[in-house]
């Protein structure tokens, strides 16, 4: 019990990541799922809270899409139904949102380099967030060219 209180106290944590710390510090598996089960109990293990409240964290703070998120979180052994409808809670504009807002602060860092590095720059650093190909190009081409058809250099 008082492995998984210390475990809980640096940092929320799923119900499988605990099982499979304890599992490696090699307890007896009843006495775990005895243990888990006691903790759930007293309300310090929830997967659905857990898991919204990583989405919405992480995807606030990083910009992280939902592909991204998922595999994150099926990575700290949460169940997949229970991932489904954490993502739930992201719209497509939630998502396409931040993804714009990535898009834009990496820009004001590449004002000064050429706009098709500028889109390849920004494309990439989408695709590393998670979005899909074509969107990360689409919205890193509009976030270019938006600043050069304001700066007169773009032709309608």
């Known amino acids: 019990m008082s ?10 944590r799923s119900r499988g990541e605990l099982t499979k710390y304890l599992v490696a510090k ?9 243990v888990l089960d006691r903790v759930s109990s007293m309300g310090y293990i929830d997967d659905v809270a857990f898991a919204q409240e990583w989405v919405r964290s992480r995807h606030r703070s990083r910009g992280l899409a939902p ?8 990575n700290k052994d949460v169940d997949i139904e229970v991932i489904e409808g954490s993502l739930e ?8 949102e931040r993804a714009y ?4 602060k990496k820009y004001r ?3 000064s380099v050429d706009p098709a590095v500028a889109v390849r720059r920004i494309a990439s650093l989408l695709q590393r967030k998670g979005y899909p190909p074509a969107t990360c190009f689409q919205i890193a081409k509009e976030t270019v060219g938006a600043d050069l058809e304001n ?3 773009l032709e309608s």
């Open 26 to 34: 090699d307890f007896d598996p009843t006495l775990i799922e005895k």
């Open 89 to 96: 809670q992201l719209t497509l504009d939630d998502t396409q």
């Open 101 to 104: 807002e990535l898009a834009a």
């Open 67 to 74: 592909s991204v998120l998922k595999r994150e979180l099926i």
């Open 151 to 153: 700066d007169g250099e």
């Open 109 to 111: 860092s590449l004002m």
């Open 3 to 12: 492995v998984v209180m210390r475990r809980l106290n640096a940092a929320p």
